[in-house]
């Protein structure tokens, strides 16, 4: 009789197990699945209209201009559709502006939040200001997909199509209409709009100079929303290293130009796990011609008094005197934006200051 008991126990055992997955499943498809499209509409380019600017409790509003706009999508069987974005310019006399156009800094926000919640979270607008750079907030609709996440899992954004091509046209059209320096675009992202930020400058190196990527999932793998979870949480590495090798081998003829990148992890991130950052220091290792090894520079940051800074390491990889590779590692961040505005999701308070460290990190290379 102890048969039949011990098949009944291992049944359940199966069927909780089952629907263990399929709760899972149905949770991550609720945040990378599309949702139906729209009723059709014609999207008709607008020029940038004026708004009030963002400002953030105890500093004062960033003082240059905060553009809004709609940026066209090519038509699809749903109908046209368009891309909305933001568009920050620093204030000051015409005679002090740069004489080759601002450094345009492309900041792309992670699932479930919006441009404008990006901006705010980060204040990148007011460090903007103050080191002379535009900033460009595009936003995913949520007619693409339901939690505004940047499909970067799916292959053909990865291959250049899809939302990378959007993206480089949306950068291509800003350049025209405003006075930007091309040697000098970067991209930069949380999360999901770290890993699209990964696949924009990598599909378009001679447009992008360097890329910032702050919680971001491994370069070429996922692949669907399945695998999108498994990446998160356990990284990718045989897809990584056939990722870089695949996108080497697809430039015979104009070789991969440097890619200057600063990778910023959480080391209490539940939901991208720090394996992530590990990989993607390895991608770019390979991306810029260096051995895989130890930093040339590592600098040991205690924690601040009374939390004001979590306890980090700063990692450089040199070619020559130059920092090529920046990996920093920050003891108890989880998910979310280091030194940030608590006020908005995704945001810790503590430092070090992300945004900071973005701009001047860009502010050392150009195209």
Same mark, same amino acid.
């Not at 910032?212 to 793998?221: I, K, M, N, T």
């Not at 991306?287 to 205690?302: D, I």
């Given at each position: ?55 953030? =409790?105890? %500093?004062?509003? !960033? ?7 709609? /940026?066209?999508?090519?038509?699809? +069987?749903? &109908? @046209? ?123 378009? =190196?001679? %447009?992008?100079? !360097? ?7 491994? /370069?070429?793998?996922?692949?669907? +929303?399945? &695998? @999108? ?139």
């Amino acid at each position: 009789m102890a048969r039949p008991v011990r098949k009944t126990r291992l049944l359940r055992s199966l069927t909780r197990a089952a629907k263990a997955q399929q709760s899972m499943l149905t949770t991550l498809l609720d945040v990378y699945t599309p949702t139906p499209s729209s009723p059709a509409r014609k999207a008709a380019p607008r020029k940038p209209a004026a708004k009030s600017g963002i400002s953030r =409790p105890g %500093l004062a509003p !960033a003082t240059g201009r905060w553009l809004a706009g709609r /940026f066209p999508l090519a038509a699809t +069987p749903a &109908g @046209a559709r368009d891309m909305q974005y933001w568009l920050y310019v620093p204030d000051c006399a015409p005679d002090e502006r740069p004489r080759d156009g601002w450094p345009l800094v492309v900041m792309l926000h992670g699932c479930h939040q919006s441009a404008t919640q990006f901006a705010q979270g980060t204040r990148m607008n007011h460090l903007a200001e103050h080191k002379g750079f535009a900033v460009l907030y595009p936003q995913q609709s949520v007619t693409v997909q339901a939690q505004r996440c940047w499909r970067w899992f799916d292959r053909a954004t990865q291959e250049g199509g899809a939302e990378t091509g959007v993206l480089a046209s949306l950068i291509g059209n800003v350049c025209e209409q405003h006075s930007i320096d091309r040697r000098r675009i970067y991209a930069c992202g949380l999360s999901a709009g770290a890993g699209m930020a990964a696949i924009l400058a990598l599909n378009h =190196p001679e %447009l992008i100079a !360097a890329v910032a990527l702050h919680s971001g999932p491994v /370069f070429g793998a996922g692949h669907g +929303p399945v &695998g @999108a979870l498994r990446v998160m949480r356990h990284g990718a590495a045989e897809q990584a290293d056939a990722a870089i090798r695949g996108l080497l081998r697809g430039r015979p003829a104009a070789p991969m130009p440097p890619m200057p990148a600063l990778l910023i992890q959480g080391e209490d991130d539940q939901v991208v796990d720090p394996v992530n950052q590990r990989q993607l220091a390895h991608q770019w290792l390979q991306l810029n011609g260096l051995p895989a090894g130890p930093a040339a520079r590592v600098a040991v940051k205690p924690a601040g008094r009374g939390g004001s800074r979590n306890a980090h390491e700063i990692h450089d990889y040199l070619v020559g005197r130059k920092v090529v590779l920046r990996v920093v590692r920050i003891a108890g961040l989880g998910h979310a934006w280091s030194g940030g505005d608590p006020a908005h999701a995704f945001n810790a308070k503590a430092g070090p200051d992300a945004s900071r460290m973005v701009l001047e990190f860009f502010g050392r290379h150009r195209r």
